[in-house]
């Protein structure tokens, strides 16, 4: 057995170990098992420093769930998504691929939490009819293995699957979708590595949603997969008392960089049933965006999206950058609430023709205006109308 399987084996996951660990009431437990069962790997669990801190509320089950009773099974319709079973085809070119219901830790949040960690729901059984479902579609040059953690198959059962899809001539790209480089760094084996070598070009998409997650063994997983030639984006989900401040995002973002993880999407929180009290609203996701966009490298930002209910897909958030816009020009502010005024080329040439007057609007009292070059030649700036925050 490797080290990693042993953790997963020496993990926190029964009721009784649920009271002794975290005192809580057995009656409580139990409907939290039954609910959602808890894993939380001995890795994992030496991350917490304290009870509630933004570790153990991820991995610790807690009765709050259980009061959530409008939250939704399926909130991205995966099921009604699914033509056949293991297949979610949400979008034109590429499809999630479940291969597994287990993972190195469950998390709390986990949208997919009906199907997680029950065998009979993401069940290898019907791998032949998922495979046969990708070969019939063209369409699909990427498939996103996911579940559960892809990573919790054995290499051989891995590079089976991964072979298999190698055998399709339209599958361009594989990706993972494993948070194994952030709960149980240990997964991340030279073995593993040289094999996923064989069958690029694959990409691993994980998820660290906090700077505690970063750790000489997670840098050390992550560097090992970047050296083996997988390029590492990472999905984290905005959730409060977990990372709903800017600057532990800040920080989140900048240590991924500096481990060669490249931040790809900042997810609303989905809404789950069991997971309500994680949810932030919109207007905090999107002042972290505007304290993250200019105030660091545009490496360290990621998409900020809602995954749109209903299965509509990924959605792009991003604060108002735009203050005004007709024919002629835009008014735009910066990262430092600059105000600066890009003209359309129209408009440019019209001015070639015939000089005239230009006439820029602008609120009183909110930041400080500053004007571009290209206006220095204008005859009238004006200061009245549109809102900066509206
Ligand atoms: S690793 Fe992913 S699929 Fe597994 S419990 Fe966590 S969020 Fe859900």
Same mark, same amino acid.
């Given at each position: 057995?490797?080290?990693?399987?042993?953790?997963?084996?020496?993990?926190?996951?029964?009721?009784?170990?649920?009271?002794?660990?975290?005192?809580?009431?057995?009656?409580?437990?139990?409907?939290?098992?039954?609910?959602?069962?808890?894993?939380?790997?001995?890795?994992?669990?030496?991350?917490?420093?304290?009870?509630?801190?933004? #570790?153990?509320?991820?991995? +610790?089950? @807690?009765?709050?769930?259980?009061?959530?009773?409008?939250?939704?099974?399926?909130?991205?319709?995966?099921?009604?998504?699914?033509?056949?079973?293991?297949?979610?085809?949400? $979008?034109?070119?590429?499809?999630?691929?479940?291969?597994?219901?287990?993972?190195?830790?469950?998390?709390?949040?986990?949208?997919?939490?009906?199907?997680?960690?029950?065998?009979?729901?993401?069940?290898?059984?019907?791998?032949?009819?998922?495979?046969? $479902?990708?070969?019939?579609?063209?369409?699909?040059?990427?498939?996103?293995?996911?579940?559960?953690?892809?990573?919790?198959?054995?290499?051989?059962?891995?590079?089976? %699957?991964?072979?298999?899809?190698?055998?399709?001539?339209? +599958?361009?790209?594989?990706?993972?979708?494993?948070?194994?480089?952030?709960?149980?760094?240990?997964?991340?084996?030279?073995?593993?590595?040289?094999?996923? !070598?064989?069958?690029?070009?694959?990409?691993?998409?994980?998820?660290?949603?906090?700077?505690?997650?970063?750790?000489?063994?997670?840098?050390?997983?992550?560097?090992?997969? +970047?050296?083996?030639?997988?390029?590492?984006?990472?999905?984290?989900?905005?959730?409060?008392?977990?990372?709903?401040?800017?600057?532990?995002?800040?920080?989140?973002?900048?240590?991924?960089?500096?481990?060669?993880?490249?931040?790809?999407?900042?997810?609303?929180?989905?809404?789950?049933?069991?997971?309500?009290?994680?949810?932030?609203?919109?207007?905090?996701?999107?002042?972290?965006?505007? !304290?993250?966009?200019?105030?660091?490298?545009?490496?360290?930002?990621?998409?900020?999206? #809602?995954?749109?209910?209903?299965?509509?897909?990924?959605?792009?958030?991003?604060?108002?950058?735009?203050?005004?816009?007709?024919? @002629?020009?835009?008014?735009?502010?910066?990262?430092?609430? @600059?105000? $600066? +005024?890009?003209?359309?080329?129209?408009?440019?040439?019209?001015?070639?023709?015939?000089?005239?007057?230009?006439?820029?609007? %602008?609120?009183?009292?909110?930041?400080?205006?500053?004007?571009?070059?290209?206006?220095?030649?204008?005859?009238?700036?004006?200061?009245?109308?549109?809102?900066?925050?509206?």
């Amino acid at each position: 057995m490797e080290l990693w399987q042993q953790m997963i084996r020496d993990s926190i996951h029964t009721v009784d170990q649920l009271v002794e660990k975290f005192e809580l009431d057995r009656s409580v437990a139990e409907q939290l098992d039954e609910f959602f069962q808890a894993r939380i790997n001995p890795y994992y669990l030496s991350l917490i420093r304290y009870p509630g801190d933004p #570790i153990w509320r991820q991995c +610790v089950p @807690d009765k709050i769930e259980l009061e959530d009773i409008d939250g939704v099974e399926d909130p991205l319709n995966e099921d009604e998504m699914s033509p056949v079973p293991n297949i979610t085809h949400r $979008y034109p070119d590429r499809c999630l691929f479940l291969v597994t219901s287990q993972c190195g830790m469950y998390c709390r949040f986990c949208t997919r939490k009906r199907k997680v960690g029950d065998s009979d729901k993401i069940s290898m059984k019907s791998f032949e009819s998922a495979f046969a $479902y990708i070969e019939q579609h063209t369409e699909i040059r990427d498939v996103i293995l996911s579940g559960g953690d892809p990573l919790m198959l054995t290499d051989y059962l891995l590079e089976r %699957i991964l072979k298999r899809l190698r055998e399709i001539p339209h +599958v361009e790209i594989i990706r993972l979708g494993s948070k194994m480089p952030c709960v149980l760094p240990h997964r991340i084996t030279p073995k593993l590595c040289e094999m996923l !070598k064989k069958y690029h070009p694959i990409y691993v998409n994980t998820h660290f949603n906090h700077p505690w997650e970063i750790t000489p063994e997670s840098t050390k997983a992550c560097a090992m997969l +970047v050296d083996a030639g997988c390029p590492v984006n990472n999905q984290a989900v905005l959730m409060k008392g977990v990372n709903d401040d800017p600057a532990v995002m800040k920080e989140l973002m900048q240590k991924l960089l500096k481990i060669r993880v490249r931040p790809y999407y900042l997810f609303m929180a989905d809404e789950t049933k069991g997971a309500s009290h994680f949810r932030t609203s919109v207007e905090k996701g999107l002042e972290i965006i505007d !304290k993250l966009r200019g105030h660091t490298s545009g490496l360290a930002i990621p998409h900020f999206v #809602i995954d749109a209910p209903g299965g509509g897909g990924k959605i792009p958030l991003l604060p108002k950058y735009i203050l005004h816009q007709d024919e @002629d020009k835009m008014i735009l502010r910066n990262y430092k609430y @600059d105000h $600066y +005024v890009y003209k359309e080329p129209k408009s440019v040439i019209e001015k070639t023709i015939s000089p005239n007057k230009v006439e820029i609007e %602008i609120s009183p009292g909110n930041g400080k205006i500053k004007e571009p070059h290209k206006l220095k030649k204008l005859k009238e700036v004006r200061i009245p109308e549109y809102a900066m925050n509206d």
